[in-house]
T-cell receptor
Framework: AQTVTQSQPEMSVQEAETVTLSCTYD???????LFWYKQPPSRQMILVIR??????QNATENRFSVNFQKAAKSFSLKISDSQLGDAAMYFC?????????????FGKGTRLHILP | DAGVTQSPTHLIKTRGQQVTLRCSPK?????VSWYQQALGQGPQFIFQ???????QRGNFPDRFSGHQFPNYSSELNVNALLLGDSALYLC????????????????FGPGTRLTVL
């Protein structure tokens, strides 16, 4: 069965510094999708970044980038130049889409604190 | 462009009651998925609707049922509420998997906070 593990329940970073959130997953599939979502106190789950497993190039969205290691089944999120508005819960998610099969699995999340 | 909307925002029910939550997908989306998020946990997949039918289901009892309307909006119904059903219920919309690029990406609504007393 597929699983997603976020081993850091909480992290803190100084404003303007860089922080990396870890995520590992387990799957026997070769083609899937990975996501990082941000959930601020407002509860709205916001897509941060997505990665297609068949692409070797790491996805980047402005200050957010990932380190996707397919063989190691690792998918970490790097936030550069951290801002106060980055404080939130961050969830790593795995999605497998094939014919009628659609599996979507979230990790338990990492709470990120930004220190002014 | 309207995003995913959900109603109501908050709801308080007592054990044994029934509840209906509503979701309108993002404009242009035809697939709706529902999640339960307990406090301090990640979302757990309940089920997904496409073409007015339940296409995929997670590990939830039959007390959880749903419906999708021709305009792609959806309802989640929970019968015989238990204390453990207290959670944030999230709706996410996406394009059907055969739609091509970005059909894999789900967009979430703000959620409905259900409290069962």
């Amino acid at each position: 069965a597929q699983t997603v593990t976020q081993s850091q329940p909480e992290m803190s970073v100084q404003e303007a510094e860089t922080v990396t959130l870890s995520c590992t997953y387990d799957t026997s599939e070769s083609d899937y999708y990975l996501f990082w979502y941000k959930q601020p106190p407002s509860r709205q789950m916001i897509l941060v970044i997505r990665q297609e497993a068949y692409k070797q190039q790491n996805a980047t969205e402005n200050r957010f980038s990932v380190n996707f290691q397919k063989a190691a089944k690792s998918f970490s999120l790097k936030i550069s130049d951290s801002q106060l508005g980055d404080a939130a819960m961050y969830f790593c998610a795995y999605r497998f889409l094939m014919n009628r099969d659609d599996k979507i699995i979230f990790g338990k999340g990492t709470r990120l604190h930004i220190l002014p | 462009d309207a995003g995913v909307t959900q109603s109501p925002t908050h709801l308080i029910k007592t054990r044994g009651q029934q509840v209906t939550l509503r979701c309108s997908p993002k404009s242009g989306h035809d697939t709706v998925s529902w999640y339960q998020q307990a406090l301090g946990q990640g979302p757990q997949f309940i089920f997904q609707y496409y073409e007015e039918e339940e296409r995929q289901r997670g590990n939830f009892p039959d007390r959880f049922s749903g419906h999708q309307f021709p305009n792609y909006s959806s309802e989640l119904n929970v019968n015989a509420l238990l204390l453990g059903d207290s959670a944030l219920y999230l709706c996410a919309s996406s394009l059907d998997r055969l739609a091509g690029v970005y059909a894999d990406t789900q967009y979430f609504g703000p959620g409905t906070r259900l409290t069962v007393l």
